[in-house]
């Protein structure tokens, strides 16, 4: 599949990989998004799936959450689950009035899926990181 995107595109977001988990606690603790979003993906019992919940700044309970069921491990990978989890979380956030305001994180623990929102080129799954 050819580069879709133009030689001058920029992406509107950054991306981030802490160096340890203890980094990323002390990186959520400061975190001041006004939304905050969090993804996670698993196989399990021979099937894949992913999970979505959202959270504003000051609440003390989750906002939304939103799930997928993808289908068998023989048809879908969990690297296909965690891309999906990043389309739901765009999904939830559609609808928000004050999202154009606001600042918004988006957490996952699959650093695979962070390093490939950079690559310009056709791989597995790549249809879903276009989408």
Do not use: C
């Not at 019992?45 to 491990?73: Q, S």
């Not at 080129?121 to 249809?127: E, M, N, P």
Request: no cysteine; proline share 4%; aromatic share 10%.
């Amino acid at each position: 599949m050819p580069d879709p995107w133009p030689p001058t595109y920029k992406r509107v977001f950054t991306t981030t990989i802490a160096e340890s988990k203890e980094e990323s606690i002390k990186d959520e603790e400061k975190d001041e998004a006004d939304i905050r979003v969090y993804t996670d993906s698993s196989g399990y019992e021979g099937n894949v799936g992913t999970a979505v919940v959202l959270y504003r700044k000051g609440a003390k309970e989750l906002e939304k959450i939103l799930h997928y069921h993808l289908g068998p491990l023989t048809k879908h990978t969990t690297f296909e689950g965690e891309a999906m989890g990043s389309i739901l979380s765009a999904w939830m956030l559609q609808g928000w009035q004050e999202v154009g305001k606001a600042t918004v994180t988006s957490y996952t623990d699959s650093q695979a899926f962070i390093k490939s929102m950079g690559v310009r080129k056709s791989g597995s799954g790549q249809y879903l990181i276009m989408e």
